[in-house]
Structure formats: C-alpha cells, structure tokens
C-alpha cells in the first residue's frame, strides 16, 4: 500500500519541466549553430544563412521557456520580475568588470603584459551578442530554471548544477573559425567558469528579489568587458581570471548557504521570504 501511495503521489505531482526545458534549450541552440560549425570545420566561409541562424541560436533558452512555461501558464513569473532598487542593477552590472580587471591587475602585478585592460565590444557582432545574449538566456537559466533548481537542490547546489549545464549549453559554440573544429581551451574554460559565474549572480539575483532586470545587467556587463577575447596564448591572465572568480564565488555561496532563498509564487511572480 505505501508503494502505491508513493508511486501515486509522484504521478500526481506536478513536474517542474526542467528536463524538457534544458533539452529544448540545447537542441534550439545546437540545430542552429552547428552549420557555420560544420563550414569552419571544413575551412569554408558559412553562408550568410548559417551566420544568420547561428546568431538566432542564442535563443534556445528564450524559446524553450516559451514552449514549456507558456502551457504551464508561468510567463508572468519569468518576465513580471523587473522592480528593484537600482543599486542591485548597477552592482550586477559592474561585478563582472571588476572581476576581470583584478584579474588583470594580478597578472601584471606577477609580471604579465595584458594586450588590453579591457575587452569591450568592437564590431557589429560583439554588439549584437551584448544584446542577443542577454536577452536569449536570462529568461530562461534565471528567469525559468533558477527557482525549481534552487527547490530541488539548494541555492548552492543548485546555482552549481545550473552552471554546469549552462555550460554546456556553449558547447556548439566551441567550435570556432580560429580553430578550425572543436576548441578544448575555449570548452574546458566555460566548464569552469560558468558554474562559478552562476553562484555571485544567484546571490545579487536572490538579493534583488529574482529581479531579471539584475540578471540582464549581470550578464550585460561580461559582455561589455568579454575577457575572453584575451588572445588564449595569455594563459596566465586566464588563469588568474578564473582564480579570483573562484574567490568570488566562495564568498557568493556563503552568503547563499546563509540567507534563505526567495518564495515565488509561479502563477504570480510575487517574491517572498
């Protein structure tokens, strides 16, 4: 009888779609980005099509918050939240230009010869990807997946595994034209790096009462500084960046582990503690 009971309780019990939800992100994403990756592999030029399609890629999140919590009817908990003071938008926003810039500050300091001390965008697609990017993502990690992965697992934990699987979500996108196929620094970097990245945004996130106008500044501003277009043979800077991300996000997780985490309603959007 409690074998029946459970495996009843759990039929009953409403899914929080997150499997569909990574899924369809990452199948959005990799259908669109994998023919200019397959062109670059071939040492071809992608069509203007292909280049088309790989900027729409970075909507892969977007679209799967649509189709999976538009029949759940939670849109307006993903894309109601945007009321804040505006100190938690400004400390998004600069948070990760600092981290690159003590980074840079370090590398120096140990005799490193950083080609620039900032990495701002420089063409029309650094421009695009400043908007795109930000806007394609956020609704879905922290708008749609942040709050059953904090329920599930814990603020950590959670933030942690949302990294990691935002992580892997770049991983069409490791295949560039620099490398001609597949680019192991440039994946194995985002594996590190973004799993760290997602515990300070879930903090100043929480903070701001799930505000995605905070999480579109956050990831805003790693556009407006991208350490990452650091040429890869500054292996030391890269290092060094990853260090004191790593720092931050230490301190972000105390923090985390010792503050509960918002309530959302998720018919609603209204943020409780």
Request: a positive charge; hydrophobic letters at 55%; glycine letters at 8%.
């Amino acid at each position: 009888m409690m074998e029946i009971s459970r495996s009843k309780a759990q039929q009953e019990a409403p899914s929080d779609g997150l499997v569909p939800f990574f899924l369809l992100a990452c199948l959005f994403t990799w259908s669109l980005a994998i023919p200019p990756a397959l062109a670059w592999m071939r040492h071809e030029a992608p069509s203007p099509l292909a280049v088309a399609c790989a900027g729409l890629s970075a909507l892969g999140p977007l679209v799967a918050t649509l189709l999976v919590a538009g029949p759940r009817r939670q849109l307006r908990a993903v894309f109601g939240r945007f009321r804040t003071h505006v100190r938690w938008v400004a400390l998004a926003l600069c948070a990760p230009i600092a981290i690159h810039l003590v980074a840079t500050l370090l590398f120096v300091a140990l005799g490193g010869q950083p080609e620039a001390w900032f990495h701002p965008p420089r063409n029309a697609e650094h421009f695009a990807a400043l908007l795109v990017f930000p806007l394609g993502e956020e609704f879905g990690w922290r708008g749609f997946a942040h709050a059953p992965m904090v329920r599930r697992f814990g603020a950590v934990r959670g933030s942690l595994l949302l990294g990691a699987v935002w992580g892997l979500w770049h991983l069409a996108y490791s295949i560039t034209p620099s490398a001609a196929g597949f680019d192991a620094f440039t994946f194995a970097q985002t594996m590190i790096e973004l799993p760290l990245y997602a515990l300070p945004i879930a903090w100043v996130f929480e903070r701001s009462g799930r505000s995605m106008a905070v999480a579109l500044a956050f990831h805003a501003g790693a556009h407006l500084d991208h350490i990452e277009r650091a040429s890869g043979a500054a292996r030391g800077l890269h290092a060094l960046h990853i260090v004191v991300l790593a720092v931050v996000a230490l301190f972000a997780a105390r923090a985390l582990a010792a503050r509960p985490a918002v309530r959302q309603s998720t018919l609603g959007g209204r943020a409780t503690r």
